[in-house]
């Protein structure tokens, strides 16, 4: 990522104190810093898959942080940042990306094929599509139990070209579901530009066909990510009905760490590097004294070593035996 001497986003604190904007900041760099583990874990053989998030960050913990912990959580394989930000185990975490018996599917996935009922994650299906009717599931069963929970699914813009894509909105919006489905848009569905993937202008465009609701917003703005989410959920909590919003973001690394990126020109990787959702939400804190250089070094320093032990036990694992079923 460049390096940031100004804020290039626009944020707007609104309301929110303190210390919520300094949760919100550890919660938004805690993913970035694990993932910079784990791309040298991968450089080192130490791990065999990454689907990278680097840059999409506000959109996972944005999205996390504003819904209540009861309400499930439908993530894809860029969102690290919705199990840090629900408090998953480091060490099992760690454990299951090296696929060992102590990680949270005990060794049967490694990359982000995972959930946690308890932390209500429900793991990632890889045609894309499919959790998104299975979020329908949830949201029918909090509608029809009168819990008043929300279910929120992420997809990316090369999955809005599915058939399920199409098919769990308009169930969603027929039956009144509280579902929030939230488009990843990063400008590529793996090798393929948006250009090449559909012909509206926007693709919430798409949400006026099914009768629903739609709201495009900056998907490297913490701040715009947490008061957008937060709002539609606390409201479909009393009047259930489903939002389609489109985060507009940008892969900064390749479909997978395997797949590189040479298909993507360098420009857009220049302009978006200086919107790192990162960087610039850092810098606007420092900017209104509510964080100082001190307090970001001390708590990168203790993250960096907290992921250090954790590593560390978790490299004392033993591996599964080749052949050995993981139950």
Known sequence: MATLTQSLIKFDRKTYDDELLVTLYKELTKPRLFEEKMLVLLRQGKISKWFSGIGQEAISVGATLALESSDYIFPMHRNLGVFTARGMDLFQLFTQFQGKMTGFSKGRERSFHFGSNPHHIVGMISHLGPQMSLANGVGLA?????????????????????????????VAAVWDLPVI???????YGLSTPISEQYKCKDLIDRALGYGMEGVQIDGNNILEVYTTI?????????????????????????????????????YLFDEWGMKDPVGNYENYLLKIGVLTDKMVADFKEQFREELNIMLDRAFQVPDIESGKPSF
Do not use: C
């Open 230 to 266: 937060h709002k539609y959920a606390d409201d479909l909590r009393y009047n259930p009905r489903p939002i389609l919003i489109e985060a507009m973001t940008f892969r900064m690394r390749g479909h997978e760490e395997a797949s590189g990126t040479k298909y993507v020109p360098q």
């Open 181 to 187: 489905f939230v488009i990843e848009n990063n400008a």
């Open 142 to 170: 909090e509608k029809l139990s009168q819990t008043k929970g929300v279910a929120l699914a992420f997809t990316g813009d090369g999955a809005t070209s599915q058939g399920e894509f199409h098919e769990a909105l308009n």
